[in-house]
């Protein structure tokens, strides 16, 4: 009996340490798989780009301006009624079914943008928020792109807290690539959406998210005004884009890596004295 017993405290020491090795693991390998799948649609949608026809690719950004134009202050009920009929074909012209790609270097971010932010969508990539300007750029217009932040096999916008103003990232979309600098960064409440209107005469993107981080009471904002794509090489990097900013995903899988850890420590630690110390209590009990 007392064999036995030993033998499954053994077991159970086993197999609670194999299952946090597994645990452990789970963040870094998704966060690889996921990051090789979304570089696979990024290139996809690339050479699928690449063998479309001219003509068809200018038409479909004449929609998406459009488009743009229907949603404005000015809009009327047969716009909008365009607007909701039309949106999903919009910008959809690869079998990926994205709108192109968002780039953010500081972070290293390469993320696949969709239509829409419901959830299946949030869990594959970045979503555009339906009702902002589509990605095209063109003045008076304001893209919202949105993204999860804290989930455990995906960084998504986990390290977007990380910008500052005076970073630059880029939308990939069609057969050009528009360039936006950060120039505002805000924390609102969820119904706070003034920040997310078109401008007359500006072209912005922001990029929203939830925060605190693991919290999500609020929404983080992160804005860029578009800039030319080709004074990008001319423009300083910020320090913080040339050092690289510490990811907080990293940061919160340690913690987490380091709770679990010491969680093992304390279990294998009390199956050890279960195994141990009854037995040699006994043999003392004994004796006397």
């Known amino acids: 009996m007392k064999k036995t017993r030993s033998i499954w405290i053994i077991i159970v020491a086993i197999v609670l340490i194999i299952t946090a090795g597994l645990l452990a693991c789970y963040p870094l390998i998704s966060s690889a798989v996921n990051s090789k799948y979304q570089s696979l649609i990024e290139t996809t949608y690339e050479e699928e780009l690449e063998v479309l026809d001219k003509d068809d690719i200018q038409l479909a950004r004449e929609e998406a301006q459009h488009y743009n134009e229907c949603i404005s202050v000015q809009y009327t009920l047969e716009d909008i009624r365009f607007a909701v009929s039309t949106y999903d074909e919009l910008l ?35 979503g555009h928020l339906i009702g902002s300007s589509l990605p095209i750029g063109g003045e008076g217009t304001h893209s919202v792109l949105t993204g999860h932040s ?18 630059i990232f880029y939308l990939h979309v069609l057969d050009e690539t528009l360039a936006y600098m950060v120039d505002g960064i805000h924390t609102v409440l969820p119904e706070e959406t003034e920040r997310l209107k078109a401008v007359e005469g ?34 300083p990097l910020p320090e913080e884009q040339v050092e690289g900013s510490e990811s907080i995903w990293e940061q919160e899988y340690i913690r987490g890596l380091t709770m679990g850890c010491g969680v093992l420590a304390f279990f294998a630690a009390l199956s050890l004295t279960l195994w141990f110390f009854p037995a040699g209590r006994k043999e003392k009990h004994g004796k006397k």
């Open 92 to 126: 959809n012209l690869t079998s990926s079914g994205i709108m192109g790609y968002l780039e953010i270097p500081t972070i290293s971010v390469m993320l696949p943008i969709y239509h829409g932010t419901d959830a299946e969508t949030l869990e594959k990539g970045i």
């Open 202 to 235: 500006e072209d912005l993107c922001t990029l929203v998210t939830c925060t605190p981080f693991g919290v999500n009471s609020h929404r983080l904002l992160v804005r860029g005004t578009r800039i030319p794509y080709e004074e990008i090489t001319e423009l």
């Open 150 to 167: 804290g989930t455990a096999g995906k960084r998504l916008f986990s390290d977007l807290e990380n910008l500052a103003c005076g970073d």
